[in-house]
Nanobody, 122 residues
Framework: VQLQAFGGGLVQAGGSLRLSCAAS????????MGWFRQAPGKEREFVAA????????YYSDSVKGRFTISRDNAKNTVYLQMNSLKPEDTAVYYC????????????????WGQGTLVTVSS
C-alpha cells in the first residue's frame, strides 16, 4: 500500500488549500482514510477521517466547520479542503489508512503517507 499526500504550501491566514492523498497498491473499500497533522514540538493529532465505502466522516473539534474531507473512489484519492486557515493550522499533514475502527486514533493506522507541509502566515 502506498499513500502519497500533496497540495501543501504557504498561505495567508484566512486562505484555503486543498490537500490530496492518492492511494494505491491495495483494496480500500473497507478502510478508513484519515488526515493527521504534526506541528513542531507537538504530537501528531487527528484532523479528519472518512470511511471509503460508507462515507462516514469524523472531524476534530479544532477544524470542524472549516475543513472538509471527501473521497473520489474512481481516483482512489481522498481530499482535505481547508478553508479559513489559521496560523495554528501550520503543520505537516499526513494521510493514513486503516482497516480498523477508532479512526480518530493514530495508533489505529497501519499505512502512512510521507506528509505535506502547510504553513499559514499571520
Amino acid at each position: 500500500v502506498q499513500l502519497q499526500a500533496f497540495g501543501g504550501g504557504l498561505v495567508q491566514a484566512g486562505g484555503s488549500l486543498r490537500l490530496s492523498c492518492a492511494a494505491s497498491g491495495g483494496t480500500f473499500s473497507s478502510y478508513h482514510m484519515g488526515w493527521f497533522r504534526q506541528a513542531p514540538g507537538k504530537e501528531r493529532e487527528f484532523v479528519a477521517a472518512i470511511h471509503w465505502s460508507y462515507g462516514r466522516i469524523y472531524y476534530s473539534d479544532s477544524v470542524k466547520g472549516r475543513f472538509t474531507i471527501s473521497r473520489d473512489n474512481a481516483k482512489n484519492t481522498v481530499y482535505l479542503q481547508m478553508n479559513s486557515l489559521k496560523p495554528e493550522d501550520t503543520a505537516v499533514y499526513y494521510c493514513a489508512s486503516t482497516p480498523y475502527s477508532n479512526p480518530t486514533l493514530p495508533q489505529s493506522y497501519d499505512y502512512w503517507g510521507q506528509g505535506t507541509l502547510v504553513t499559514v502566515s499571520s
